[in-house]
């Protein structure tokens, strides 16, 4: 046989044989990777429950077991407390957890009039009030971290610290959002989708729409022919797709959860930001801070493939009076994909506030051993 052509053979093999092994890791994994988290956080104590917070709005929640700091953990736009599941076991002792569905998502109240952050940062300080009755750690993930900071200046004394999760400060304002990944791929298509009315579910609309089509090719019409199939079949389970891996799974797995997508429309035309100086609001943040920051990325059109970028975190930094920003090689979601350490930074936030409340703590001259 011709040299050449051998050589071109035992490539083809070669690529072929190792496309199947990594197809066959990625079906291991892909098994139940996401529902087996929830499960395991039910059994060590999660338990869902609706809080009356006032007329007309009920939010959904999952407490797990009493001890250690109260934390209040607020998931992002489109996420469901469920999304934490991963990360729960390895925050309980450290803290007495409470997770909540923000307005417009899960089981929470879907009411369009609720759905600005001044707003919904009242009704989760009124949640905390009737939680816990007193200050918390407050984590928020992506939107979820704007609502925490709001928290943090309107009810000072309810905050101890915040753990902001790749929040998207300054990168979603008016004059920027159009060159963000969240507006091509998610804000668009949500306007679209709620222009018409042939499409009732959600993710079957975004997913022949997807940003992600143009980097898959013809692949991601097989996906989104497995995903929409799966939803029509079985509309409250998140569809997998084994063989292509957990992480992009995600893309639809995070579109998949109980939303509202009429909360997206207040970041298209600027009413979810009414009354919220995002610049005012960190520079008054008085309680440790610790800024959890994913990877930065940019696509060939100059897109924000990231909820900011490293210059909206360098003046995020120079806002916040007392803060430490960790850099994590991550997603977006750091809290799914690494949760390792996702969970070091919120034991190290909880260390600091437990030392700051030690250093405040009036001294007692004498003492001795009782």
Request: net charge neutral.
């Amino acid at each position: 046989m011709n040299p050449v052509l051998l050589n071109i053979c035992i490539a083809v093999v070669c690529t072929a044989l190792s496309f199947a092994v990594r197809a066959l890791i990625a079906v291991f994994r892909t098994k139940d990777y996401f529902d087996k988290h929830v499960r395991e956080a039910e059994a060590l104590g999660f338990a869902e429950r609706k809080v009356h917070i006032r007329e007309g709005l009920k939010l959904n929640v999952a407490e797990g077991p009493a001890g250690g700091v109260p934390l209040l953990l607020i998931p992002g736009q489109g996420c469901v407390w469920q999304e934490y599941g991963k990360a729960l076991p390895s925050l309980i002792g450290t803290y007495h957890v409470l997770v909540v569905d923000m307005h417009g998502h899960g089981r929470s109240t879907w009411n369009p009039d609720d759905y600005t952050a001044v707003r919904i940062a009242d009704d989760m300080a009124t949640l905390i009030e009737q939680t816990f009755g007193g200050p918390v750690v407050i984590a928020g993930h992506s939107s979820g971290g704007l609502v925490a900071a709001l928290i943090a200046v309107q009810r000072p004394e309810l905050v101890r610290g915040v753990l902001f999760e790749d929040c998207p400060f300054f990168s979603t304002e008016p004059d920027r959002v159009e060159k963000t990944y969240v507006y091509v791929d998610g804000f668009q298509n949500v306007l679209t989708f709620l222009a018409q009315d042939q499409e009732r579910d959600w993710l079957c609309w975004y997913m022949p729409r997807s940003y992600w089509r143009r980097w898959f090719g013809p692949l991601w019409k097989v996906l989104a022919r497995s995903v929409i199939r799966q939803r029509r079949a079985n509309p409250d389970r998140l569809p997998i797709v084994r063989w292509v891996g957990v992480g992009i799974n995600r893309i639809w797995g995070t579109m998949g959860q109980p939303y509202d997508p009429r909360f997206t429309v207040g970041f298209t035309n600027d009413a979810w930001f009414r009354g919220f100086d995002q610049a005012e609001t960190l520079r008054a943040i008085s309680c440790p801070t610790m800024f959890v920051k994913a990877t930065t990325r940019h696509d060939r059109q100059g897109t924000l493939l990231a909820a900011l970028s490293d210059e909206d975190l360098a003046r995020v930094e120079s806002l916040l009076p007392e803060n430490r920003t960790v850099h994590v090689r991550s997603p977006h979601d750091v809290h799914f994909a690494r949760t390792k350490e996702y969970a070091a930074a919120m034991i190290e936030l909880a260390e600091t506030v437990e030392g700051a409340q030690s250093s405040s703590a009036p001294q007692i001259e004498g003492g001795g051993s009782r």
